[in-house]
């Protein structure tokens, strides 16, 4: 099966500083990629995605990159708030196929 | 509020007993999953229904067994679990299956069912 796996499973940032959450994925096939937030008793929150013919892609205080040469992808949190406070997964898709997710990065905003 | 709603939240169960996990989802999709989220572990999938059609069962045992009486409810039957079952189950949907273009894929989860088997 693929493999989808993040560099650092905890991180930690001050509170009005820049985020960056990594990911690896191992299938150059997987053309869709999915960013999700789960805080603690509920469950993943879809954020922002991308696509494999994109290599950036922006929200609201969130920027997803993506780098096919590598098969690196990452989510930039712009002025971290203590609300961003979670667990963030990555999921990767090819086509006609099912997600697979990472194991998650914790995400701990310092007030 | 993420329009899908599961129940219960906390289930305790023994070896022997069977109990059912529910979900219900408002938003109108067409497709209905099950996931299980087990500490450091990456999300698995269990079970896939499209139109209330199984489209997808990723070899997880029979003690498990989901129903989908319609497009908006999904049931997860459980009956001889073991201890290694313990973990927090998902549901989620989706406006269409897999198949059914990228951004219709995007899934939608409910704050899941956290069970501990004895």
């Known amino acids: 099966g693929e493999s989808v796996g993040l560099h650092l499973p905890t991180l930690s940032v001050q509170e009005g500083d820049n985020s960056i959450i990594n990911c690896a994925y191992s299938?150059?096939?997987?053309?869709?990629f999915i960013w999700y937030k789960q805080e603690s008793g509920k469950g993943p929150q879809f954020i922002i995605d991308?696509?494999?013919?994109?290599d950036k892609r922006q929200g609201q205080r969130v920027t997803v990159l993506l780098n096919k040469t590598v098969k690196h992808l990452s989510l930039q949190i712009a002025a971290t708030q203590p609300g961003d406070s979670a667990v963030y997964f990555c999921a990767e898709m090819y086509t006609g196929n099912q997600f697979y997710f990472g194991t998650g990065t914790s995400l701990t905003v310092i007030p | 509020e993420t329009g899908v709603t599961q129940t219960p939240r906390h289930l305790v169960m023994g070896m022997t007993n069977k109990k059912s996990l529910k979900c219900e989802q408002h938003?109108?999709?067409?497709?209905m999953y099950w996931y299980k989220q087990s500490a450091k572990k990456p999300l698995e999938l269990m079970f896939v229904y499209n139109f209330k059609e199984q489209t997808e069962n990723n070899s997880v045992p029979s003690r498990f067994s989901p129903e989908c009486p319609n497009s908006s409810h999904l049931f997860l039957h459980l009956h001889t679990l073991q201890p290694e079952d313990s973990a927090l189950y998902l549901c989620?949907?989706?406006?269409?299956?897999?198949?059914?273009?990228?951004?219709?894929?995007?899934?939608?989860f409910g704050a899941g069912t956290r069970l501990s088997v004895l």
């Open positions: 991308i696509r494999s013919n994109m």
């Open positions: 299938n150059s096939a997987s053309d869709y």
């Open positions: 938003l109108g999709h067409n497709a």
């Open positions: 989620a949907s989706s406006p269409e299956g897999l198949a059914g273009g990228l951004a219709k894929n995007i899934q939608y």
